[in-house]
């Protein structure tokens, strides 16, 4: 079974990086994250430039002193892993899109499946390379938060904390991705419920005022951002790694659903 | 008809997304609304006229591999649903921050013992999910809940808050309040150290009475400017104590319900009568605090103390270490980091948490009033420290090396005293603390490095008060100044053109290759 999903893997890699898309994917979201972070690190500077001016007192014991609350874990990190959170949302459809959609409008589905693969194996090795793909875009995105995490003494531990959020949340979303390009032979399709279904699950503030009390609370259990935000601030909770882990195994499920019942019909 | 769904799903999507950009202003528009009922319909008509796609599945085998994937997905669904609700009351996680700025510290977890072995009411601590900083102290307060027995929190958006709680929450600004019964006590800017304070303070019995006298020149406990010393009394109000004037001229005795006296670097003789009287005090088992300050002259220095085994030399200490916090960084701004590691007074100050002594005076030890008295220097200046008798030239900056002669290397600081007096039992213990410098506990150095924490630990420990031994803010804060303006320019150059540019270019690269 291993080199069978070896070789199914080393296939479905070969095909993400022959086609243009992976780069260009890459490519926006190191930029946008790159950018946003020079954007809030270029603010940090400033907000540090007005308190370190002389004429600023800023509650210290001397002049010039800037106040503990105002360091790059608050200033740049924090809301920094928020923009990161949503460009993955934004980037990550546009690689799922394809991977079972592409396969069923090709016809080549019905190939894999005839030639002793079973469905469990063809779903774990397509998710498993849109995992890799997502830690790779990750490892892009996170020299320029690398640099400043050592630079500030924040401790790698933080960094790590960080991205292991990061990658748990990409993997879940790419999971539901994947979960919509499975049932459909568009990839269209398949890109707009990508982009549907985390968006409408993001967070559900929306509903709260339109819902009980009991329902909302159920809601916002089920919202991504809710799981998300305590990565950043360096903590991993177990409840927020078994919903992430929970999202992605219930995306790869309906996968392998969808490939049983194209089986069947 | 595929085109049901899909404007269904772009309807919802309107919907959410004008939400988001408009909640601020009036919350769930009607043009949200209109669009999500219209999409979800749109989506429920598609779903439907689609269903008829599954007559593919006519046989009786393929209907059961329907059937079962389809209640697996459902049950799978449910269970992922019913998982994450029900992990909402698991507390395990991994504080990977590099202070533990979530982890309590072991003040706070043995201040929480105590109150639940103590019993009564708990103490509620309710947080306001959407007050200004609530994303920041969230897991923090969720820390509480989790280690802390005695301690109750409540979500406001969950549980209806106490009135009293209600009527606090008047701006954004407060994240958290702590609550008892109906009394409830907000807390300030929502850290740990203030969070534990107001415990603390809803969780006394009675305040610890803390009696300053005046009348002597002793320090100014009203006065607000940078070398007052309001922020002591505001200190010691937050962990629940009561800071009084004692006129003592005025005054036949010190006050019974007084727990802890203190004497603020006098700058003028007690009169005979008030040295009798703090006599008559200590004799009786009475708590003593002295701030004393190089260049003052009193008989509280020069006779009160002597007889209780105290020596306050009339010098100062200078010292090569000293602090490059205060513009002025000459010798007679200390760095105190040798403490003595077991002393109530000096717990938890080591040479990571040091103090900022600006014109210390040295307190020694000579003989003990009884052979029972426990007489202790607990904290000193360096090794490269040493003693001037020429206060002026060395505050002038004049005295940069010790001259030779000098008295030279770990001169006591801070000294304590334990005094076993009466036949009661148990037997009464008097206790005096003596501080070589008053400027420490000034407005503008109280928060500095560790000064607080001396302060409070010598009150408490006097006080009998030690079960609320000082709680620092976690110490540690990031580096400040991680990148230059330029250093942060040639990253983004890197990050955001050149490693775009190159993927890019490899996307290129590989769509050649495939249209080859």
């Known amino acids: 079974m291993i080199r069978r999903l070896w070789a199914l893997s080393r296939k479905e890699l070969r095909q993400l990086f022959a086609s243009p898309i992976a780069y260009v994917v890459l490519t926006v979201y190191v930029a946008l994250t790159g950018i946003y972070f020079f954007q809030h690190l270029v603010s940090y500077n400033q907000l540090l430039f007005v308190y370190q001016s002389e004429g600023l007192t800023a509650g210290g014991f001397d002049q010039g002193t800037v106040p503990s609350q105002i360091n790059v874990l608050n200033e740049v990190f924090v809301p920094s892993a928020d923009d990161f959170g949503l460009f993955l949302l934004v980037v990550l459809p546009l690689v799922t899109m394809r991977v079972f959609a592409e396969e069923r409008a090709n016809g080549t589905d019905e190939l894999l499946l005839t030639c002793g693969l079973r469905p469990y194996e063809v779903a774990l090795a397509k998710h498993g390379v849109t995992y890799f793909f997502v830690l790779l875009l990750l490892l892009g995105s996170a020299i320029y938060p690398a640099v400043v995490v050592l630079r500030a ?15 748990l949340y990409g993997c879940a979303v790419a999971s539901l991705g994947l979960a919509c390009s499975s049932f459909t032979s568009s990839q269209i399709v398949a890109a707009v419920l990508g982009y549907a279904i985390p968006f409408v699950l993001l967070d559900f503030a929306w509903l709260s005022n339109t819902v009980s009390e009991s329902v909302a609370a159920v809601l916002r ?13 360096g903590v991993i909770e177990l409840r927020h790694v078994v919903y992430f882990a929970g999202i992605a195994g219930l995306g790869w499920l309906a996968s392998v659903a969808s490939l049983e019942l194209a089986r069947a019909r | 008809m595929s085109f049901l769904p899909a404007a269904g799903v772009v309807m919802i999507l309107v919907a959410v997304g004008s939400y988001y950009a408009t909640r601020s202003l009036h919350g769930f528009s009607a043009f949200s609304g209109a669009n999500l009922l219209l999409g979800a319909l749109l989506l429920a008509v598609g779903v439907v006229a689609q269903a008829r796609r599954f007559r593919g599945f006519s046989g009786a085998e ?34 990977l921050t590099l202070d533990h700025s979530y982890t309590l510290s072991e003040q706070t977890i043995a201040l929480c013992q105590k109150l639940a072995q103590r019993g009564g009411e708990p103490i509620q601590l309710v947080f306001f999910e959407d007050a200004l900083l609530a994303k920041d102290v969230r897991l923090l307060v969720a820390a509480y809940g989790d280690r802390c027995p005695a301690v109750e929190t409540r979500d406001a958006r969950r549980r209806e808050p106490p009135q009293a709680a209600r009527d606090l929450y008047t701006t ?7 609550c008892r019964g109906d009394v409830c006590d907000p ?12 415990i603390l303070r809803l969780s006394r019995e009675r305040p610890v009475h803390v009696y300053f006298t005046v009348g002597h020149g002793e320090i100014d406990l009203a006065s607000e400017s940078d070398t007052g010393y309001a922020a002591v009394a505001a200190t010691l109000r937050d962990q629940g104590m009561d800071p009084k004037a004692l006129v003592s001229p005025a005054a036949p005795d010190v006050p019974e319900d007084a727990d802890v006296l203190v004497i603020g670097a006098p700058e003028r003789d007690f009169l005979p009568e008030e040295l009798a009287v703090l006599e ?38 200078l010292d090569q270490a000293a602090s490059p916090l205060l513009k002025e960084a000459t010798p007679v701004n200390l760095l105190v980091h040798l403490f003595a590691p077991y002393d109530p ?24 009033p009884q052979p029972d008295d426990k007489l202790a220097q607990v904290a000193f200046a360096s090794p490269r420290s040493w003693l001037s008798q020429n206060l002026a030239r060395a505050l002038a900056g ?11 290397g770990n001169i006591g600081v801070v000294a304590t005293g334990r005094f076993p007096r009466g036949t009661g039992e148990p037997p009464a213990e008097a206790r005096i603390v003596v501080i070589g410098d008053r400027d420490f506990a000034q407005n503008r150095l109280l928060e500095a490095l560790y000064n607080r924490d001396l302060l409070l630990n010598a009150v408490r420990w006097l006080g009998n008060d030690e079960q609320a031994i000082a709680l620092t803010d976690k110490g540690w804060t990031p580096n400040q100044d991680p990148l230059t303006l330029q250093q942060t320019v040639a990253y983004f150059y890197f990050l955001a053109f050149a490693l775009p540019e190159t993927l890019l270019l490899l996307g290129i690269y590989a769509w050649w290759r495939q249209r080859a």
């Open chain 2, 280 to 317: 008559r005090y200590l004799s009786r088992g009475g708590r003593l605090l002295v701030l004393a300050d190089a260049g003052q002259h009193s008989n509280v220095y020069s006779e009160l103390l002597p007889r209780w085994g105290f020596v306050l030399d009339d010098s100062v200490v």
């Open chain 2, 398 to 408: 004049g005295e940069l090396q010790p001259p030779a002669g000098a008295q030279t």
């Open chain 1, 221 to 233: 259990e089920v919202a991504l951002l809710s799981h998300y935000g305590s990565f950043a601030r």
């Open chain 2, 62 to 95: 393929s209907r059961r591999v329907v059937l079962r994937w389809s209640a697996s997905l459902v049950g799978a669904l449910a269970l992922v649903v019913g998982v994450d609700v029900a992990a909402r009351g698991w507390t395990s996680r991994i504080d």
């Open chain 2, 172 to 178: 954004t600004a407060t994240t958290v309040i702590a």
């Open chain 2, 345 to 368: 007074v000096t717990r938890n100050l080591s040479q990571r948490t040091m103090l900022l002594f600006p014109r210390a005076r040295p307190v020694g030890l000579g003989r003990k």
């Open chain 1, 153 to 167: 003494g924040l401790g790698l531990e933080h960094l790590v904390a960080l991205y292991s959020g990061q990658l």
């Open chain 2, 187 to 198: 807390v300030g800017y929502p850290s740990e150290r203030n969070i534990t304070s107001a």
